[in-house]
C-alpha cells in the first residue's frame, strides 16, 4: 500500500468513529443523572454512557451559558429561519 492510500484509508476509518476527535466533559442533568457533554464541528452532543442521546446543533443553539456550576444551552423558537447576510 502506498503512503497516500494508508493515509486515506486511515482518514476514511477515523471518519466512521462517532467519538475520533471528541472531548467529551461529565455533567448531570436536572434530576442527578450522569451524563457527558461534548463540543464537536455539528454542535453540542450529549452522550449516556457513551451513547450519542442528544445533538444540539449550532443552527439551532441562540445562547449557551455557564453560571454557578450550571450550563444552560437556549434553542430558537420553532420555526425559525436563519439569515444569513454576505457583502461582496
Not at 484509508?9 to 443523572?33: F, P, S, W
Not at 453560571?67 to 454576505?86: D, M, N, T
Request: glycine share 6%.
Amino acid at each position: 500500500m502506498t503512503p497516500g492510500a494508508a493515509d486515506m484509508n486511515l482518514l476514511e476509518t477515523a471518519r466512521r468513529c462517532d467519538m475520533y476527535g471528541i472531548k467529551v466533559h461529565q455533567a448531570k442533568d436536572h434530576d442527578g443523572v450522569s451524563l457527558n457533554l461534548a463540543v464537536a464541528h455539528m454542535g453540542v452532543l450529549v452522550f449516556q454512557q457513551f451513547t450519542k442521546i442528544n445533538t444540539f446543533s449550532w443552527a439551532k443553539i441562540r445562547k449557551l451559558s455557564f453560571k454557578r456550576r450550571r450550563f444552560l444551552i437556549k434553542l430558537h423558537p420553532e420555526g425559525y429561519v436563519s439569515r444569513a447576510y454576505y457583502s461582496v
